[in-house]
């Protein structure tokens, strides 16, 4: 199995620009998470779906993130417009029905936003 | 307020020598605490998940302990491929809250 696929792994854009991430689950899987992390902060969880719903948004930051994911094998998170204060580590996990806490991440997206 | 708290926040050991790091939790309702290993640049890898107070797990040089207030995380004879970050979760409704880590080293 090729794990959850992240793109891209890295992104640089200017303030007020839009972002789009994009992550595939491990197929099969019917959760998935979207994560944040910084040397701040640690790892925080913006949002999750089950079966493509989603559960839980009470970590998305503020109104310029939104997260879709319009089929079993594909999820976007998007922010627009972009601030400097986004710059941090994006992950994306899946994980198996039944078992929705062995979370599978992939790689990550290093977001830098100047 | 539910929170993780993990220590220490750093961990230098000699090969060999045995330790344990700490994941101390406040929160309502737990539903499951989790171990994950995260090696630099590289997305946090799934360890263990413990549900209930007493309950151990093992996989090779590393054994995870819950009780009703934290978690312990033993190293035996740690090798220098142990060494990485060691991240504590909690879930607790339909949140999952992580703590900020443990920073472990393991000097041949």
């Known amino acids: 199995d090729a794990g959850v696929i992240q793109s891209p792994r890295h992104e640089v854009t200017e303030m007020g620009q839009e972002v789009t991430l994009r992550c595939k689950p491990i197929?099969?899987?019917?959760?998935l998470f979207w994560y944040r992390q910084t040397m701040m902060r640690g790892l925080e969880l913006l949002i999750y779906f089950n079966n493509n719903v989603p559960i839980d948004d009470s970590g998305m930051p503020e109104d310029r993130f939104s997260a879709k994911m319009p089929n079993a094998s594909f999820s976007t998170l998007k922010i627009q417009p972009s601030e400097p204060r986004d710059s941090a580590v994006y992950f994306c996990?899946?994980?198996?029905?039944?078992?929705?806490?062995?979370?599978?991440f992939g790689p990550g997206t290093r977001l830098t936003v100047t | 307020e539910d929170q993780v708290t993990q220590s220490p926040e750093a961990l230098r050991l000699q090969e060999g020598e045995s330790s344990s790091l700490n994941c101390s939790y406040t929160v309502s309702g737990l539903r499951g605490l989790f171990w994950y290993r995260q090696d630099p640049g590289k997305g946090p890898e799934f360890l263990f998940t413990l549900y209930s107070a007493g309950e151990e797990k093992e996989k090779e040089r590393l054994k995870a302990t819950l009780t009703k207030k934290e978690s312990f995380l033993h190293i035996t004879a740690p090798k220098p491929e142990d060494s990485a970050t060691y991240l504590c979760?909690?879930?607790?409704?339909?949140?999952?809250?992580f703590g900020t880590g443990t920073s472990l080293t393991v000097i041949p």
């Open positions: 996990a899946s994980s198996p029905s039944g078992q929705a806490y062995e979370q599978y």
């Open positions: 979760a909690v879930r607790t409704g339909n949140q999952f809250y």
């Open positions: 197929s099969g899987h019917d959760y």
